[in-house]
């Protein structure tokens, strides 16, 4: 659907993904491509940056195809692939190809939990890999609740805190912001994540988050 951080950090040129669709298509080895396209957007925030453009975005991840997948698979750090919403009917649906999990964000509501529901199948289904639901808000239904219902793990919540979620954005990772509820809740996320075997977490990751 197009990517949404530079909305929010500025412009910063062609897109890293862009960039990173071109190397692919000569790279022997893709390892360490994300790294050298990766934007420090804020101290102790690093991303690949996607076009704004939704025509544009899905055309570069037509154009990786399952090669995105090496990419993706950095030594000894995690990578988070914003996925957008879902679909299987999307051109670009095999962007999820070769990641060790799925995580399904959603709202504690009846309409929250409804989502994620026909999501959940496909995804565990075309993948075979773990589905893990993570809660985004505190007032609703219970994160074991929603376990229940859609028969998966589920972890968070991830706190309501757009104070904290702006200084992030603005300041990057600052002492104010470690101590936010925002950071509180998305390093118990982290720690909760780091159970599920197939889930390495790199130390630094960890206490950046």
Do not use: K
Request: include cysteine; glycine fraction near 10%; charge should be negative.
């Amino acid at each position: 659907s197009g990517g949404d951080v530079e909305c929010w950090v500025g412009p910063s040129g062609e897109p890293g993904l862009i960039r990173v669709a071109s190397a692919l298509r000569h790279a022997v080895d893709p390892v360490g491509l994300l790294a050298e396209h990766a934007r420090e957007v804020q101290p102790g925030v690093r991303v690949v940056l996607a076009p704004a453009g939704a025509d544009q975005a899905s055309s570069t991840l037509v154009a990786i195809g399952d090669r995105l997948a090496a990419a993706l698979d950095v030594e000894d750090c995690w990578v988070a692939l914003d996925a957008g919403r879902w679909s299987r009917a999307q051109p670009a649906a095999s962007r999820l190809a070769g990641c060790d999990a799925m995580v399904v964000v959603l709202a504690p509501t009846l309409a929250g939990v409804a989502h994620a529901r026909s999501l959940v199948g496909p995804l565990r289904d075309l993948y075979a890999v773990p589905v893990v639901g993570v809660v985004n808000g505190e007032h609703g239904y219970r994160p074991d609740e929603i376990a229940s219902e859609l028969g998966i793990e589920v972890v968070g919540p991830v706190a309501w805190d757009p104070r904290g979620a702006q200084a992030l954005v603005t300041n990057g990772v600052s002492g104010w912001w470690r101590r936010s509820s925002f950071a509180r809740s998305v390093r118990s996320l982290v720690d909760a994540l780091d159970a599920f075997d197939s889930l390495p977490v790199h130390e630094e990751v960890a206490s950046r988050a």
